[in-house]
């Protein structure tokens, strides 16, 4: 059995597995936790992030308005279920030794969450002349600071691993272009400092025998580290008759060098199957961008975006999602 490095989680939001279910990954039996108007001035609430905080949950949701312009809300939730999200975006303030320019506002959608050594660092696809990577952080949920954009444009999916590799922190990524990206790969980045990014290396692409994942793949969550290698769960495309399709699969990568895929799953994981999945704003598409684990159990929690629109809740173990992958396994 795999292990999950990492803390003990108790109150994770979880349901059992329903008895003679065959799939690795289980919806919560009350899905959309979060409907596309719980607060005042939003069209739909999706690919949003969530952490433990405080004996309870924190996250940054993406809202976008009744404008459908794109921002990022925290919200604050005492079970991980029921979620209270504050009206108002994020205002961000420049970090220590940052231009005030650096808050300078276009857009900003798809957030991640991860706790490195003493903060929460955040990351989300960032307007700045085109889409890139914008890196926050804070200590509370109420104040928060900026600093300078990882990349230059374009670029999405900024995902960072929640400890240093090699010293350096270290993020994953895909590099895209202006508009619904046609194509799309994963590389992994390392910085000294947060602010100066290199050696960027090439993790994996698109698969030309795998459909689900033959059009594009991108990082999901933050990854999550086991005695085995670092288990991502990520995002591929189908490039369908009726428009992009997206589901999640899972990959194991070297935990000393993250770019070095030890393992990767042919078959998805989860994929558009209810009818807040496959009709919506965007309709076909389950969107990975948060988990929660407890180390004592191996058990794992999954916020996803379903149709761009609301969001869900799915459960899986770290065995489970081993053991699916290793059954029908990819080339690496």
Known sequence: MAKIIGNAL????????????????WRYDHNPIIPRDLIPTSNSIF??????????????????????????????????INWKINHEPIEFQPAPGCDPCVTRKEYRYDPRVCWIEDRYY???????????????????????????????????????FPKKINGNFAMLSRPSDTGHTPFGDIFYSESPDMTYWGKHRYVFGTSSHSGWQSKKVGPGPIPIETDEGWLMIYHGVLNSCNGFVYRFGVALL???????????????????????????DVPNVTFPCATLTDADTGRITIYYGAADTVTGMAFTTVDELLSYMRKYPHEV
Request: charged share 20%; net charge negative.
């Open 10 to 25: 108790p109150n994770i939001p979880w349901q059992d597995k329903p008895q003679g279910y065959d799939k690795p990954v």
């Open 47 to 80: 690919n949003s992030a969530v952490v433990p905080f405080e004996g309870k949950f924190a996250g940054v949701f993406r809202c976008d308005n009744r404008s459908v312009e794109m921002d990022i809300f925290a919200g604050f939730s005492d079970d991980g």
């Open 122 to 160: 955040i990351t989300w696809c960032n307007g700045f002349h085109g889409p890139t990577i914008g890196v926050g952080y804070t200590y509370d949920f109420k104040t928060f600071y900026q600093m300078e954009n990882a990349y230059l444009p374009y670029n999405r999916n900024g995902v960072m």
């Open 254 to 280: 070297d935990h000393e060098k993250p770019w070095i895929v030890k393992e990767r799953g042919n078959f998805y994981v989860f994929g558009p199957e209810e009818s807040y999945e496959l009709t919506g």
